[in-house]
C-alpha cells in the first residue's frame, strides 16, 4: 500500500513545550487545503501519512502548505524481516534509476530485533543478490534507499521538498500593502511562510486606474490565496487623497505624502479588523521612497509595527522568487498602479519629517482616511 508521508520543518519540532500548538495549527491548514479530497490521516509515533486513492493530486496540494518540508510516497508493510525485503526489492525494481544505492534505516521502535545499520547491511545484500548491474555506494548513491521501522515499516526511495516555514497564522497578522508590481505579492508570500495571516490592501485611484488594473491585483492576491487558503482584499479608492496631495503639497513631496497616507489608511484599516502589523514591498534604495530617510518619513506616519521582508534584497532576487510562486507573469501585465500615475519629475529622496508634517497641515488628514476607509471594497479569495 502507497501513503504520503509528510514531514514537518525542523523550527516546529523545536518548539518544546509550544510543539503540539504548531501541530495542531499544521494539520488543521492541512485538512483545511484537502476540503474536497477523500482521504484517511493517520499517525504511526509522531509520523504523518495520507492515504488516498488521489495520490498524486493531494501531494501536490499538501507540497503548498507552510510549515511541510518534505513529502515522500512511502510504501507500507508490516514490521516483518520477509515482507520488508520483499517490499524493499520491489521498489529497486520498480523506481531505481541509476547504478549505485545506499539503505538508510530508522529504527525508531527500539523493539525490532535488529539495529538500523545491521538491518541496512541486511536488505542491501538481499537487494544486490536479487538485481543486475547496480553497486553500493555509501557516500554518492544515485538511490538512497530508506525505511522507518515505527509500528509498521515503510520504505521509500523518491523525496520531494514543500514550501517550508511555518503553520500559516500561527504568529499573527498583517495587512499587506498590495499593488500591481513585483514587489509587494513576494512580500506577503515571505510573511505568510513565517505563519503570519495575510490581509491585504490595493489603492485604487478611479478613473485614473483602470478596472484591469484592480482585476490585476485581484489576480495576484488569488495567487497568494492558493498558498494561505484565503485571503481578504480591500480596496481602497485613493483619489481623493492624491488629488488633495497635488492640489495642496509642494510637487517634489507628492510621493513622500502619498506613502505617508497609504500607511495610515493600511493602519486605520489594520485596526478595524484587528490585524496587529503592516507589510510592505519595499526595497532600500530601489526608487527615491525608498532610501533611509523616506522610509523613516513613512513609518512615522503609522500607529504599530512596519514589516518589509524585502529591505534587504536585489531586484533579480525579488523576480526569482515572484517566478518561483507564480506571480510574475500577472505583475508584469502593464496595468498601471496608483504609485506609477502620480509620479512627480523630480521627487525628494532625503525629505525632513519636520517639513512633511508642515505641509500636511494643509490637508484634512483623519477625514480623508476615515471617508477611504468607510469607502473600501472587501473580497473574500
Not at 514591498?281 to 500607529?303: F, N, R, W
Amino acid at each position: 500500500m502507497e501513503l504520503l508521508l509528510i514531514k514537518y520543518a525542523s523550527e516546529i519540532f523545536l518548539k518544546g513545550q509550544n510543539r503540539g500548538r504548531f501541530e495542531k495549527k499544521l494539520k488543521e491548514n492541512i485538512k483545511n487545503v484537502l476540503k474536497g479530497e477523500e482521504y484517511t490521516f493517520k499517525t504511526d509515533q509522531n509520523r504523518w501519512f495520507i492515504e488516498t486513492e488521489n495520490l498524486s493530486s493531494v501531494k501536490e496540494k499538501v507540497k503548498k502548505v507552510f510549515g511541510v518540508y518534505e513529502v515522500c510516497v512511502v510504501k507500507k508493510t508490516e514490521r516483518d524481516i520477509e515482507k520488508i525485503k520483499e517490499a524493499a526489492l520491489s521498489i529497486m525494481l520498480e523506481k531505481a534509476s541509476g547504478t549505485t544505492f545506499k539503505v538508510i534505516t530508522k529504527r525508531a521502535d527500539k523493539k525490532f530485533p535488529m539495529n538500523s545499520m545491521e538491518f541496512s547491511g541486511l536488505l542491501g545484500a538481499h537487494i544486490l543478490r536479487n538485481t543486475e548491474g547496480i553497486t553500493v555506494d555509501i557516500k554518492h548513491p544515485d538511490f538512497p534507499l530508506e525505511v522507518e521501522i515505527r509500528e509498521e515499516a515503510y520504505i521509500y526511495v523518491s523525496k520531494e521538498k514543500a514550501i517550508g516555514g511555518m503553520p500559516y497564522g500561527i504568529n499573527g497578522s498583517t495587512m499587506l500593502m498590495l499593488s500591481g508590481g513585483i514587489d509587494s505579492p513576494v512580500a506577503g508570500f515571505l510573511m505568510a511562510k513565517r505563519g503570519i495571516e495575510i490581509h491585504s490592501v490595493y489603492y485604487h485611484s478611479h478613473p485614473y486606474t483602470s478596472e484591469r488594473a484592480k482585476d490585476k491585483v485581484k489576480e495576484l492576491a488569488s495567487i497568494l490565496a492558493g498558498y494561505t487558503g484565503k485571503m481578504y482584499l480591500h480596496v481602497m479608492p485613493f483619489t481623493e487623497i492624491q488629488m488633495e496631495i497635488m492640489d495642496k503639497c509642494p510637487e517634489n513631496e507628492l510621493t513622500i505624502i502619498m506613502r505617508r497616507f497609504m500607511m495610515k489608511c493600511a493602519c486605520a484599516l489594520a485596526d478595524k479588523y484587528n490585524i496587529q502589523s503592516v507589510t510592505t514591498g519595499e526595497s532600500i534604495g530601489q526608487v527615491a521612497s525608498q532610501t533611509m530617510e523616506a522610509l523613516v518619513v513613512s513609518d512615522d506616519a503609522g500607529d504599530r509595527p512596519v514589516f518589509r521582508p524585502l529591505v534587504a534584497m536585489d531586484k533579480v532576487d525579488i523576480m526569482e522568487i515572484s517566478e518561483w510562486i507564480g506571480t510574475y507573469e500577472t505583475s508584469i501585465l502593464p496595468y498601471e498602479d496608483c504609485c506609477t500615475i502620480f509620479v512627480p519629475k523630480h521627487p525628494v529622496t532625503k525629505p525632513k519629517l519636520k517639513y512633511i508634517l508642515e505641509h500636511e497641515k494643509a490637508l484634512d488628514s483623519d477625514a480623508l482616511v476615515a471617508r477611504a476607509v468607510e469607502g473600501t471594497e472587501v473580497f473574500e479569495l
